[in-house]
């Protein structure tokens, strides 16, 4: 797959329009500029009309179409919705939920990942797809299904129930294993045989938590199984075209670290909220987490909305300059292509008012006027495309981990992956610090600074390795209710956190949440007084020194914040306030920020092949701001102003971009 540039386009729905209308979108995708398109996505109904019918003609025709004109093609393989005729032969393929409601055909992804029906017709699909087209000129890249999990990611059916037994039997040999992982033992749930055994289905009270875990691990892994179905007939009939399936950014039900490697490169689907006045700090962690999963190969923003999204409850549409901006943030970490949700606004169906890069009232609209525009403005960061970017800090993110920290009953239900990595993110964003995420296995010894927001499943090898990166004078950061559980949700005994007691120089006695509302004081070293909220400790060191302590609530005087060698505990969520310690944290590490900019500014830097270093500079603020820039970078050309005249500042409009190049 090689773009001449960054690829720009959408998701093309054809099905959903007369023919007359295809010859006008083509004409119209030239005009834009658009280089690619996401073909087929929900075609199934239409490829396939009965179970030995097949319609490929029109597809034919498009293909040939938008070849003609230039337009390469992300060909999907449609399986995301199977059509009524197989629903109606095999209803058992619809999925199942946790109270045994089966879900009806009627809207889409209405299908169990076990189902041996709805993965051999699945299969099928995509092998007479890859005959038909595995060698067509137009087609740059294969699109596997849509958006794994989304609406629907676990199913609890006889079929399942059966598959998830077989993947246990594979985990744990015997059941005695089992029942030891599960902790059988407590409540009377003592298996004696595979049969057993059923999925974590509603139940009186809380589920066994190793159950609800493996449960989890079982259900990200029989997607992955259904994906890899299809790419194995893909590279077979395909070969040398890549293949990839669209993300759904920090995506808690699959661990993408196990999907990426399965792709030849990484798509997302990104839909930051405009009426979020922050939004720009999740977009970066997720296009950054994007990034990091194939270990910074530049990844593909395979879908985002041109303005309003349809499926919030107030759908909030970009503001001039909006989409522009965060188009181009994307580009500044990572992607090489700018694909939207979709071509052509859908005129019926549960989508209709969501936007598209043509809108309903036709080109001559703002969104069509922008379309355009932009489009021709994305050819002049041609030069960006395989830029690299290189980061100091890197973030411990372990799906087992995130799973297992929000199972039931545990001390306080408001501790979540997300919330609790935000505020740490956040401090690293507004410095314009790069990060990179590492999977709980990744090389740390690179890093200058590893922070591991929350790690509340901690193997030890993990542990291990964490242990060792700090005694060699990396400097780590752990936050709040880490090191609590083993692989299989059993506690580490002997004083939290059991694992890093020994590197992080602490023992914790016992956790002690804060209810909604409630807060302690927090006074760091040198007299700063921050709040945390949701969560403290009972922190007692262990030849850690006390680098900040509790100012008030039943926990006033005792240890907060410790410093042990260059390991560092932070036993509270310090929310937005985070920063007051990381800062001089990353300071002593020696980490530098890709530029000191003005607040709201964000800068990244990506590095080509050829040796140019290529600096974004986005004003997320609704006013001018104007920076000035080192030395190195004051005579270096604005790739999207072609007019700029070397100067030591630089002004931003409001939403502005630069793009400087040396
Ligand atoms: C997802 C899907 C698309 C569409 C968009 C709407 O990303 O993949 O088919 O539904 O959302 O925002």
């Not at 199984?225 to 669209?246: I, M």
């Not at 300059?321 to 071509?343: I, K, M, P, T």
């Not at 598209?356 to 050819?379: C, I, K, N, Q």
């Not at 920290?405 to 964003?429: F, G």
């Amino acid at each position: 797959m090689s773009a001449s540039g960054l690829w720009y386009g959408g998701d093309y729905n054809p099905e959903q329009w007369p023919e007359e209308v295809w010859a006008e979108d083509v004409k119209l995708m030239r005009e834009a500029g658009v280089t690619m398109v996401t073909l087929g996505v929900f075609a199934w109904a239409r490829l396939q009309p009965g179970p030995q019918e097949w319609d490929f003609g029109w597809l034919d025709v498009l293909l040939d179409q938008l070849h003609a004109h230039g337009v390469a093609v992300d060909l999907a393989t449609a399986t995301a919705s199977p059509p009524a005729w197989l629903v109606r032969a095999h209803p058992e393929l619809l999925p199942v939920t946790a109270d045994g409601v089966r879900l009806e055909f009627g809207s889409r992804q209405h299908y169990c990942p076990s189902s041996p029906v709805y993965r051999a017709a699945a299969v099928r699909l995509a092998r007479a797809l890859a005959e038909r087209y595995g060698r067509h000129p137009a087609v740059a890249l294969w699109h596997v299904h849509n958006e794994y999990g989304d609406h629907v990611t676990e199913c609890f059916c006889a079929e399942s129930a059966a598959h998830f037994r077989r993947w246990l039997g594979t985990r744990y040999g015997t059941v005695e294993q089992l029942n030891s992982a599960w902790g059988t033992g407590f409540w009377s749930q003592h298996y004696r045989d595979w049969t057993e055994i059923e999925p974590p289905r509603t139940a009186p009270g809380p589920v066994n938590p190793t159950q609800v875990l493996d449960w989890r691990r079982f259900c990200s892994d029989a997607l992955l199984e259904c994906y890899r179905a299809e790419k194995v007939v893909l590279d077979e009939l395909a070969p040398g075209t890549p293949v990839t399936t669209n993300f759904m950014s920090m995506f808690k039900a699959l661990d993408y670290w196990a999907w990426a490697a399965e792709e030849d490169v990484v798509a997302d689907d990104a839909y930051p909220d405009p009426a979020d006045p922050t939004a720009q700090v999740g977009a970066a962690l997720n296009y950054d987490l994007m990034r990091s999963l194939k270990g910074g190969a530049p990844w593909m923003l395979l879908e985002q909305a041109p303005s309003a999204v349809s499926w919030r409850a107030v759908n909030v549409p970009k503001r001039p300059g909006l989409q522009r901006l965060w188009s181009l943030q994307a580009v500044a970490r990572g992607a090489d292509a700018v694909l939207y949700f979709q071509w052509r606004a859908s005129r019926a169906g549960a989508e209709k008012h969501h936007s598209a890069l043509l809108p309903h009232r036709g080109t001559d609209s703002r969104g069509w006027r922008e379309t355009v525009r932009f489009g021709a403005e994305l050819r002049r960061l041609a030069p960006v495309v395989g830029g690299r970017s290189t980061a100091q800090v890197a973030i411990v993110l372990d799906w087992d981990s995130w799973w297992a920290l929000e199972l039931e009953d545990h001390p306080s239900a408001r501790m979540r992956w997300s919330e609790l990595l935000r505020p740490w993110y956040a401090a690293l964003h507004r410095r314009n610090i790069a990060v990179d995420f590492l999977p709980p296995d990744g090389e740390l010894g690179y890093y200058q600074a590893v922070l591991a927001p929350n790690l509340y499943l901690l193997r030890t090898a993990t542990a291990r390795r964490l242990t060792a990166y700090a005694a060699a004078g990396g400097h780590l950061v752990c936050g709040p209710f880490s090191g609590v559980v083993d692989e299989h949700d059993h506690i580490h005994l002997g004083g939290y956190p059991a694992p890093l007691r020994e590197a992080l120089g602490v023992v914790v006695d016992e956790w002690w949440p804060l209810p909604e509302g409630a807060e302690a004081e927090v006074v760091l070293e040198g007299g700063a007084r921050v709040t945390a909220t949701r969560w403290t400790e009972w922190l007692e060191t262990e030849g850690a020194e006390t680098v900040g302590r509790y100012g008030s609530g039943p926990l006033a005087g005792r240890p907060a914040v410790t410093r042990h060698g260059t390991a560092w505990y932070l036993s509270c969520d310090l929310g937005p306030q985070t920063g007051a310690v990381l800062d001089p944290i990353l300071d002593r590490a020696g980490v530098t920020p890709v530029l000191a900019a003005p607040e709201g500014v964000e800068a990244t830097l990506r590095r080509t092949p050829d040796g140019a270093e290529h600096l974004f500079l986005l004003n997320h603020t609704d006013e001018p701001v104007e920076l000035a820039l080192p030395e190195g970078w004051q005579r270096a050309a604005d790739l999207l102003d072609p007019a700029r005249t070397p100067d030591p500042a630089l002004r931003l409009d409001p939403l502005g971009v630069a793009v400087l190049r040396r």
